[in-house]
């Protein structure tokens, strides 16, 4: 069994702030991806990492793939009301699709 | 981009009724789909892996007689809820992943409630 632990669980920050949200495993993944889910809605896919060091880029969020491909973080700079929601870390071993417990995200204008 | 239709979004059923929630992948080929089940503010559960052809493979706890999943063709499959129970009552999602992809593409989810 794959598991992955995401922290914190719940983050309540203002608008304009930092934050980072981890997931760390003791398990290596084929690939790491993230999603979004707003309540009532399936996840959405923010992006995939893939290879261990690997740096993406989306606006103001940043993911990072970790050297042996068991951690990940997903850092958003300037946080904005828009960003709420419930962000999930998923890794890929094979065909089957792991979630971390999730964080629930609420930025504050 | 690959797109996934989940239907219905929302079902409200009596005790002892069955539903069918329908997962389609609308502009791609999947030959596999997965279903979980989501309780609130909580993650994702994964209740099965349905395979295009053949029969499902449902983690541990899931009693496959209840939830009943067919993956008739490379876009469409289905979970099929049996004698629903109030503790049925949750958010169903499912999921597909492009052959060749590394994403996976979620529904709109479900939301079922017996009452």
């Known amino acids: 069994t794959q598991l992955l632990e995401q922290s914190p669980q719940f983050l309540s920050i203002q608008e304009g702030e930092n934050l980072t949200v981890y997931c760390n495993s003791s398990?290596?993944?084929?690939?790491l991806q993230w999603y979004r889910q707003e309540p009532g809605e399936g996840p959405v896919l923010l992006v995939t990492v893939v290879t261990g060091g690997e740096v993406k880029k989306l606006k103001r969020l940043t993911f990072q793939f970790g050297d042996a491909r068991k951690d990940s973080s997903l850092h958003i700079t300037a946080a904005q009301p828009g960003d709420t929601g419930l962000y999930l870390c998923a890794g890929a071993y094979y065909s089957t699709l792991t979630f971390g417990k999730g964080t629930m995200l609420l930025v504050s204008p | 981009g690959a797109v996934v239709s989940q239907h219905p979004s929302r079902v409200i059923c009596k005790s002892g009724t069955s539903v069918k929630i329908e997962c389609r992948s609308l502009d791609f080929q999947a030959t596999t789909m997965f279903w979980y089940r989501q309780f609130p503010k909580q993650s994702l559960m994964l209740m099965a892996t349905?395979?295009?052809?053949?029969?499902?493979?449902?983690e541990q706890g899931v009693e496959k007689d209840k939830f009943l999943i067919n993956h008739a063709s490379l876009t469409l499959s289905t979970l099929t809820v049996t004698s629903a129970h109030p503790e049925d009552s949750s958010f169903y999602i499912c999921?597909?992943?492009?052959?060749?992809?590394?994403?996976?593409?979620f529904g709109s989810g479900t939301r079922l409630t017996v009452v």
């Open positions: 398990s290596v993944f084929s690939s």
């Open positions: 999921s597909a992943r492009r052959v060749g992809g590394f994403g996976y593409t």
């Open positions: 349905s395979n295009e052809g053949s029969k499902a493979t449902y």
